[in-house]
Each structure stands twice: as C-alpha cells, then as structure tokens.
C-alpha cells in the first residue's frame, strides 16, 4: 500500500510592501505562498542602491599578491563597521557604480581601498549573501596583483579608515586563528570559508583522516 502523495504549491511570493526606507537599506514585509499553499509573511532587507539591468549589488575580491622572493599573499581590509561594533577582517568590496561591469568595480574597489593596481583572472556567477534576511547579491571577482610592478611597490590608498592587512596563502587560515586571538576582531564567513578551503587544498595524502588507521 503506498503512502498518498501530498499536495505541493511551488512557493512564490505574492507581493512586497515597504515598512521603512533609508538612504541604502529598506525594509520590506514579503507575502509569499509557502510550498503547502500557506500564504506567510517575511522582514526582509533589500539595498536601495541596485543598479537597473544587473541582478548583483556589489563585488568581493580575492585579491593574491605576487612577488618575486616572497610567499603569495591573500589581500585583505581591516575596518569597523557599525552594525557589528567592531573591526572586521573582509575581503576587499564594494557596491557597483551605474554601468559598470563586476570587473571594472572590482578594480576601481581594489585600487580606493588597497592601492593596488590588479588583473581579473576570473569571476563567479551572481550569488546570495545572507538570504534569510536579505536579497543581497555579490560577485567574487578573482585578482592577480603583480606586485614587482613599479605602481604596486608602494601602494597608495584612498581610503583613510581601511587598514590593509597581507596573510601569506600557505598559512591563511593559521594567521588568521593568530589574528583573532591577538586582536578584537570578526572575520567575514567567506573569508574564512576561503581560508578553510586552502587548508583542504594543502593536505597532503597521508593526512586526510580518512587513511589514517
């Protein structure tokens, strides 16, 4: 005898009212239908500043540094940020200006916050940020910096509250840990996320768990 299938609704959402708006961020109450067909309602925050025809709010970088001599470094900002009421360790980003494509933002971020003049090597899809509360979307933009080139020598950046900081890419996640014990600090998930990731990649064989016996 087999079980009765229940009945499904592909979940959608039926309309958007706006509860409160500011000059960046707004916040929406969303009516949407549930996959049952409950009709439910969701807070929802949504940035004011999308750009018409692009489905992203903004770029990360994963910025490497590359010099002769030295060990590749990840690069990335120390800033406070209110909401959090402490500094936080990111990634360099910021939102697009009207026009732009994710590469050129990505460039135009990582030249105001870093100094650095970059190379996009690569870039993701549109991806979702905190999608329980938000609609917010990124793009990672992948960067090389050449960092014997004469105008990334001396590094000089336009933003006066961001602190660069350079973590070799062999030891992220480690200088990270050292980082957050030494200091007041949040890192970002992807940052860690990404950090946890080069950790995987540098195992060698006989350290995966799985053939120690």
């Not at 004011?48 to 489905?55: G, S």
């Not at 050129?104 to 190379?119: Q, S």
């Not at 080139?149 to 480690?174: A, G, M, R, T, Y």
Request: one cysteine or more; charged letters at 25%; glycine letters at 6%.
């Amino acid at each position: 005898m087999s079980c009765p299938q229940k009945d499904t609704t592909e979940p959608h959402v039926l309309k958007e009212e706006v509860i409160v708006s500011g000059k960046w961020v707004k916040l929406e109450k969303t009516v949407y239908m549930d996959p049952s067909g409950n009709t439910r309602t969701w807070e929802t925050a949504k940035r004011t500043t999308r750009q018409v025809h692009t489905a992203t709010d903004g770029v990360e970088l994963i910025a490497i540094l590359k010099r002769t001599l030295h060990k590749d470094c990840v690069v990335l900002v120390k800033q406070f940020r209110p909401p959090m009421g402490c500094y936080t360790l990111e990634f360099p980003a910021g939102l697009l200006d009207d026009g732009e494509s994710a590469e050129t933002a990505a460039l135009r971020e990582l030249k105001e916050e870093t100094g650095y003049k970059g190379e996009v090597v690569g870039v993701t899809p549109v991806t979702c940020l905190d999608p329980g509360l938000s609609n917010c979307t990124t793009q990672i933009v992948m960067v090389n910096i050449n960092g014997d080139d004469i105008e990334n020598i001396n590094p000089s950046q336009q933003l006066e509250f961001v602190e660069v900081i350079l973590l070799p890419l062999d030891e992220f996640q480690k200088k990270i840990n050292e980082l957050m014990k030494k200091e007041k600090i949040v890192v970002d998930s992807k940052v860690y996320i990404y950090a946890m990731g080069i950790s995987q990649a540098y195992f060698k064989p006989r350290e995966l768990p799985v053939l120690k016996q």
